[in-house]
């Protein structure tokens, strides 16, 4: 059954999604295709379907070191879907010739021919319709198939997910995490656990801590962020620090009142550095933030920055 695509908050979706990843059984419908943030967009109209590929490659990802695209879109002119085409995880199919459309309309679908998979199907009477929607709306279909991702690596982690970090999150914060099997080493510190698979290429790690006081403006968060990191996470050589980059910083609401921050971190004195992204909660007098972050120099960043970013939404307080 096809849906009216709208603009509700991510976090709603994200709840909706997340309890239906949760359900027993896949039945037998096969396993779609492709690697994380692969779009392909498809349809017969030459110049309808390069207007929606180029929008959609031409969205980049924030706090990133380097540029990133949000997605890795191609494109197919094609009448309908084929047996190749149709297992792909996500899938934006575009329909021109419509003539009784007087607007655009944006629909989507999951798990028609694949699972995971996202279907959005963009109709209009003409090349010229989906020109001019594209232009205020792509960050609407940029918000569904990100969230579709999200939850994607949510479903992932409910299948596979760690056993000691997860209790020592539990034990010392009064937190349930789902923490990915490979972040096997950590460090605790005061009101400070650190879990890192310690890997010598595309290192990832999830921190979690805890400071006093209810302030979480981006002022107080990053001079927070620091004063902690400064002390559980040093650089290698003496004097050297973790530190944030204070003009790289966002922020957002995304759950109730849960504070997403996102931007880049870098080691004082030293050429390392990378982005992160972290969620903050309210624990009465105190505040609790969970954050990932990754250090993968010549690597892709993108990927594994949103593998972790799943893993957040997944803390749930006790």
């Known amino acids: ?83 190749a085409t149709r297992y792909a995880r996500n899938i934006v199919v575009v329909t021109t010739g419509e003539d009784s459309i007087r607007q655009p309309k944006l629909t989507y679908e999951r798990n028609v021919y694949a699972q995971p998979q996202l279907v959005l199907h963009l109709r209009a009477a003409n090349e010229a319709q989906i020109r001019a929607y594209i232009i205020y709306n792509v960050r609407a279909m940029e918000q569904q198939l990100v969230l579709q991702e ?15 970090a997860e209790r020592l999150a539990r034990e010392m914060f009064g937190v349930r995490l789902w923490v990915p099997e490979d972040l096997s080493k950590w460090k605790c510190g005061k009101d400070f656990l650190w879990l890192s698979n310690d890997a010598a290429s595309g290192m990832q790690s999830v921190c979690i801590y805890r400071y006093h006081g209810s302030d979480r403006s981006i002022a107080e968060a990053v001079s927070m962020r620091d004063s902690i990191m ?41 050429v ?11 624990m009465g007098d105190s505040t609790l933030v969970v954050e990932a972050f990754v250090y993968a120099p010549s690597m892709k960043k993108r990927n594994l ?6 893993c957040l939404f997944t803390l749930k307080t006790e």
């Open 1 to 83: 059954m096809l849906r009216t695509l709208n603009s509700c908050w991510l976090w709603v979706l994200l709840s909706c999604l997340w309890c239906l990843s949760c359900s027993k059984g896949r039945g037998m419908m096969p396993t779609s295709g492709g690697r994380p943030y692969e779009v392909l967009v498809v349809g017969s109209d030459t110049a309808a379907v390069k207007t929606v590929a180029d929008a959609l490659q031409g969205l980049e990802m924030t706090a990133l070191p380097l540029p990133e695209p949000v997605f890795d879109v191609s494109a197919i002119v094609c009448e309908g879907l084929s047996q």
């Open 150 to 164: 999200l939850n994607n690596g949510i479903a992932r982690l409910r299948e596979r997910h760690g056993g000691q």
């Open 230 to 270: 400064r002390v559980n996470i040093p650089g290698d050589s003496e004097g050297t620090c973790m530190a944030t980059m204070p003009n790289t910083v966002t922020q957002r609401t995304t759950q109730g009142e849960r504070i997403e921050m996102r931007g880049l971190w870098e080691v004082k004195g030293d």
């Open 272 to 282: 390392m550095g990378g982005p992160f992204v972290s969620h903050s909660i309210p």
């Open 305 to 310: 920055l949103r593998r972790l970013e799943a």
